[in-house]
Nanobody, 127 residues
Framework: QVQLVESGGGLVQAGGSLRLSCAAS????????MGWFRQAPGKEREFVAA????????YYADSVKGRFTISRDNAKNTVYLQMNSLKPEDTAVYYC????????????????????WGQGTQVTVSS
């Protein structure tokens, strides 16, 4: 079992930045691929970014590419999402997710591929 706790959300003006953190329990964090997803009101949950267990493989949704950066610190059992140049359309609840994998270089893009989810953190971008 892995427990995930997100933090770092809040209210920011358009063009601003936020850094989300997701702290994971357990001692084998590096064996989990991690992802960030978001869900805006009235919309389906959508993929934002993913990172492999080793941290060496990354993938971003086109909507955030060049503005968001996913990273992880396996010594701290934490994955981050640095969000720059925020837009009102980035407003959503952001969730981190984890999937155990034997492939340290693999990431996953679909929400159904993840086994564990955090409770979410609200990000609101004002225009």
């Amino acid at each position: 079992q892995v427990q995930l706790v997100e933090s770092g959300g809040g209210l920011v003006q358009a063009g601003g930045s936020l850094r989300l953190s997701c702290a994971a329990s357990g001692r084998t964090f590096s064996s989990y691929a991690m992802g960030w997803f978001r869900q805006a009101p009235g919309k389906e949950r959508e993929f934002v970014a993913a990172i492999s267990g080793s941290g060496g493989s990354l993938y971003y949704a086109d909507s955030v590419k060049g503005r968001f950066t996913i990273s992880r610190d396996n010594a701290k059992n934490t994955v981050y999402l640095q969000m720059n140049s925020l837009k009102p359309e980035d407003t959503a609840v952001y969730y981190c997710a984890a999937r155990a994998t034997a492939y340290s270089g693999r990431y996953y893009l679909g929400d159904i591929e993840y086994d564990y989810w955090g409770q979410g953190t609200q990000v609101t971008v004002s225009s």
